[in-house]
């Protein structure tokens, strides 16, 4: 993985997490089958529709793992007594990914006319505003007394 610049700011700590999760992002764009749809039902609801023609219940998995939504789609059903003349219809097996953000939930997912409808949520949190006390450190010659005192009594149990 190439390290983005951007993350290389001292002002961006703990955010190693975001430089991985778009290196994941950018290693699955490039998938193109099967296609898919994605839609905002409202304010906390998103939709992903994926074109499954051909795939039965029993041919599809949704999981979600380490953040990520990942859909399979494996045929079982082999034609082999049937001659095709043409081709057209894909029924390869696929694997499609999707990074999903921190606190989304996947709700439901249900196949529709050839179509896999994932309904997710993603709660809206309230804003949370924290005070944090700040303390008076005494003058710097004390404040060394006291770490002596303390590892002394540490050593002493």
């Known amino acids: 993985m190439s390290r983005l610049p951007v ?14 999760v778009i290196d994941r992002v950018a290693k699955s764009s490039a998938e193109g089958y099967p296609p898919y749809n994605i839609e905002q039902i409202n304010e906390e609801a998103l939709r992903i529709t994926i074109a499954v023609a051909g795939f039965s219940m029993n041919d599809l998995e ?16 082999e034609d082999k007594e049937r001659v095709y003349l043409h081709r057209g219809i894909a029924a390869r097996q696929f694997q499609r990914s999707f990074v999903l953000a921190e606190g989304i939930e996947v709700v ?34 004390k404040t060394s007394i006291q770490k002596i005192e ?8």
């Not at 303390?150 to 149990?157: F, G, Q, R």
């Open 150 to 157: 303390t590892i002394e009594l540490d050593t002493a149990e």
């Open 7 to 20: 993350f290389d700011s001292p002002l961006l700590l703990g955010f190693d997490h975001f430089e991985r």
């Open 62 to 77: 949704v999981t979600t793992e380490d953040n990520q939504l990942v859909i399979r789609g494996r045929n079982t059903v």
């Open 108 to 141: 439901t997912a249900r196949l529709e006319d050839g179509l896999l409808h994932i309904d997710m949520t993603r709660p809206i949190p309230e804003p949370e505003v924290r005070k944090i006390k700040i303390e008076k450190v005494q003058p710097t010659v």
